[in-house]
C-alpha cells in the first residue's frame, strides 16, 4: 500500500511538473504574437517599416536587451533596421512583423538580423 501511494505522488508531480513547464513554453515566456496582432502590424507595409533612422538605437537596444550576446546583437539590429526601418515587437521571434528584416539572410544561408 506504501508502495502505491508513493508510485501515485511521484506521477501526479511528474504531470505537475510537465503541464507547468509546457505554460511557460507556449505562454509569455517567448513574448509571440497573436496573428491578429502580426495583420495589424503589417498592414500598410511592403516589406519597409516606418521608423526613421534615429529611431533605431532605441528600439534595437529594447530588443536586444536580454540576450548574452548584446554587442553583436546591437550590431546587426541596428544595421538591419537602418535598411529596413524596422525592429520586430518583442526580445525574440516575431520576426514575421518585419519581412525585410525576417527575409535577409547571410551568405551561409542563415538570418542576418536578431
Not at 504574437?33 to 534615429?54: F, H, I, M
Not at 519581412?99 to 542563415?110: A, L, Q
Request: proline share 5%.
Amino acid at each position: 500500500m506504501a508502495r502505491f501511494l508513493i508510485l501515485a505522488l511521484l506521477f501526479s508531480f511528474i504531470i505537475f511538473t510537465c503541464v507547468a513547464s509546457s505554460e511557460v513554453v507556449g505562454g509569455a515566456g517567448y513574448d509571440r504574437l497573436s496573428e491578429e496582432q502580426v495583420r495589424s502590424a503589417q498592414k500598410g507595409r511592403d516589406g519597409q517599416g516606418n521608423l526613421r533612422t534615429s529611431q533605431c538605437p532605441g528600439e534595437c537596444t529594447r530588443r536586444c536587451s536580454r540576450t548574452q550576446y548584446h554587442k553583436p546583437c546591437i550590431f546587426f539590429c541596428q544595421k538591419c533596421c537602418r535598411k529596413c526601418l524596422c525592429v520586430p515587437p518583442g526580445f525574440y521571434g516575431n520576426k514575421q512583423v518585419c519581412s525585410c528584416y525576417n527575409n535577409w539572410k547571410t551568405k551561409r544561408g542563415g538570418p542576418k538580423c536578431p
